[in-house]
């Protein structure tokens, strides 16, 4: 038994309850480690504190984070609570579902709720800490859980025997109706690069071929010529962070292309249409989601809402109203001119902003080195948009639309 799994035994669990709730130090963990040692075996004292600091980090994704379980590449890995939500709502009219990869159970536990599923990774702590954790929430009544490479096992796994490889998920299509898998994009701790991931991508979408229904999360750098034509792309955002993509087969998929917005679920897809028109900043502006750049979907989003694009490779929108949307964050343009450094370090001390949230895109540049030589003062604050503008360098001064400081009766635009 490892100390990882020690911690599922009668006196790691009690140990947990001792530490439950406690935001833990790296001094605190010391006098703590030290005040423990006298109940417990130094290696259960140390793996539970380490576990303790992941519960802590945890809760950022998990409401039930203190009672769960959890390695650090597994944490960091893992779906949130919400994401995994969504990811397991494509999958309403499956039986039996195979959570390939499925790590310390961050997407197990929302697909287990009222179906069956077949838990499969080759790490036995991340898979007896995923089964713990769908207990915590309730789901691990329906689950099987098989301990071994993905590639190598039936997806029928403990349900009834079969060569693993190719014949083996060929033998299990007919018991498994849908297939999610989180393939690893971290090995020895080191992040996988060139898109790579374990196992490979091609691997992923090869399910498809055996149980039409599949799922497949993938980082949200993923270049979308890695996806083959009939399947979806969908990149998920919380807020505006950008947290997955998420590939569906063409049995799942309702779009080519998708961006989708937690908490509300608001979700935007490709959609033909005229070419959206250039010209230069209005009295508004809009900075789309990063799901929607990484989607490919400005244009949509501009044809739905009325604007236009200020340049033809930038994602900026603007209007002259308001451009209010759960896709985008709107901003009201004080001021839009040719960037100049110095011109532009005047204008915003003359308005008394001493606090900017500089928005770089489409130049080169250091944001925190600009922000020192603006030499700001003074309390108001503002968005600095640095950009392009028919290719040009281009500035603007926003505040944000419902909250800001100013409201000036017109914005001063040098077009």
């Given at each position: 038994?490892?100390?990882?799994?020690?911690?599922?035994?009668?006196?790691?669990?009690?140990?947990?309850?001792?530490?439950?709730?406690?935001?833990?130090?790296?001094?605190?963990?010391?006098?703590?480690?030290?005040?423990?040692?006298?109940?417990?075996?130094?290696?259960?004292?140390?793996?539970?504190?380490?576990?303790?600091?992941?519960?802590?980090?945890?809760?950022?994704?998990?409401?039930?984070?203190?009672?769960?379980?959890?390695?650090?590449?597994?944490?960091?890995?893992?779906?949130?609570?919400?994401?995994?939500?969504?990811?397991?709502?494509?999958?309403?009219?499956?039986?039996?579902?195979?959570?390939?990869?499925?790590?310390?159970?961050?997407?197990?536990?929302?697909?287990?709720?009222?179906?069956?599923?077949?838990?499969?990774?080759?790490?036995?702590?991340?898979?007896?800490?995923?089964?713990?954790?769908?207990?915590?929430?309730?789901?691990?009544?329906?689950?099987?859980?098989?301990?071994?490479?993905?590639?190598?096992?039936?997806?029928?796994?403990?349900?009834?025997?079969?060569?693993?490889?190719?014949?083996?998920?060929?033998?299990?299509?007919?018991?498994?109706?849908?297939?999610?898998?989180?393939?690893?994009?971290?090995?020895?701790?080191?992040?996988?690069?060139?898109?790579?991931?374990?196992p490979p991508l091609d691997w992923c979408l090869g399910l498809a071929g055996y149980v039409p229904s599949v799922g497949i999360k993938a980082a949200p750098g993923i270049a979308h010529e890695l996806v083959p034509a009939g399947w979806e792309?969908?990149?998920?955002?919380?807020?505006?962070?950008?947290?997955?993509?998420?590939?569906?087969?063409?049995?799942?998929?309702?779009?080519?292309?998708?961006?989708?917005?937690?908490?509300?679920?608001?979700?935007?897809?490709?959609?033909?249409?005229?070419?959206?028109?250039?010209?230069?900043?209005?009295?508004?502006?809009?900075?789309?989601?990063?799901?929607?750049?990484?989607?490919?979907?400005?244009?949509?989003?501009?044809?739905?809402?009325?604007?236009?694009?200020?340049?033809?490779?930038?994602?900026?929108?603007?209007?002259?109203?308001?451009?209010?949307?759960?896709?985008?964050?709107?901003?009201?343009?004080?001021?839009?001119?040719?960037?100049?450094?110095?011109?532009?370090?005047?204008?915003?001390?003359?308005?008394?902003?001493?606090?900017?949230?500089?928005?770089?895109?489409?130049?080169?540049?250091?944001?925190?080195?600009?922000?020192?030589?603006?030499?700001?003062?003074?309390?108001?604050?503002?968005?600095?948009?640095?950009?392009?503008?028919?290719?040009?360098?281009?500035?603007?001064?926003?505040?944000?639309?419902?909250?800001?400081?100013?409201?000036?009766?017109?914005?001063?635009?040098?077009?």
């Amino acid at each position: 038994m490892t100390h990882q799994q020690s911690l599922l035994s009668q006196q790691g669990r009690e140990l947990l309850g001792r530490l439950a709730g406690e935001h833990i130090s790296a001094q605190q963990a010391l006098r703590l480690a030290q005040a423990l040692r006298g109940s417990y075996p130094p290696d259960l004292v140390a793996a539970a504190l380490t576990q303790q600091v992941l519960r802590t980090a945890a809760r950022a994704k998990f409401s039930r984070a203190d009672e769960m379980l959890f390695t650090r590449p597994g944490l960091e890995q893992a779906s949130a609570e919400l994401t995994a939500r969504h990811s397991a709502a494509r999958f309403a009219g499956a039986r039996l579902v195979a959570d390939l990869c499925c790590g310390i159970g961050g997407n197990l536990t929302a697909l287990a709720a009222g179906r069956h599923v077949l838990a499969v990774d080759r790490d036995l702590t991340s898979l007896e800490y995923a089964r713990h954790n769908a207990a915590v929430y309730g789901a691990a009544g329906g689950i099987a859980v098989v301990c071994a490479d993905v590639r190598e096992i039936p997806l029928t796994g403990p349900r009834r025997g079969g060569p693993g490889g190719a014949d083996g998920v060929a033998a299990a299509a007919e018991a498994v109706d849908g297939v999610f898998v989180d393939p690893a994009r971290r090995a020895s701790g080191r992040r996988l690069t060139g898109g790579r991931s374990d196992p490979p991508l091609d691997w992923c979408l090869g399910l498809a071929g055996y149980v039409p229904s599949v799922g497949i999360k993938a980082a949200p750098g993923i270049a979308h010529e890695l996806v083959p034509a009939g399947w979806e792309i969908e990149f998920l955002a919380v807020g505006r962070s950008l947290k997955e993509a998420l590939l569906w087969s063409p049995a799942l998929a309702t779009a080519s292309r998708r961006a989708t917005v937690l908490p509300g679920g608001d979700t935007l897809t490709a959609s033909p249409g005229p070419p959206v028109p250039l010209a230069a900043p209005g009295g508004f502006l809009l900075d789309p989601n990063p799901a929607v750049t990484r989607a490919g979907l400005v244009q949509p989003l501009a044809r739905q809402l009325g604007g236009w694009q200020i340049d033809p490779m930038i994602a900026f929108l603007s209007a002259d109203r308001p451009l209010r949307t759960p896709f985008g964050r709107a901003l009201r343009v004080l001021e839009s001119a040719p960037w100049h450094e110095k011109e532009f370090g005047r204008r915003l001390r003359a308005l008394g902003i001493g606090a900017v949230d500089i928005r770089r895109r489409g130049l080169a540049g250091d944001v925190e080195q600009i922000r020192r030589r603006l030499g700001l003062r003074g309390a108001g604050s503002a968005t600095i948009v640095i950009t392009r503008m028919n290719g040009r360098p281009w500035g603007l001064i926003c505040t944000e639309v419902d909250t800001g400081p100013f409201d000036p009766p017109s914005a001063t635009q040098a077009r």
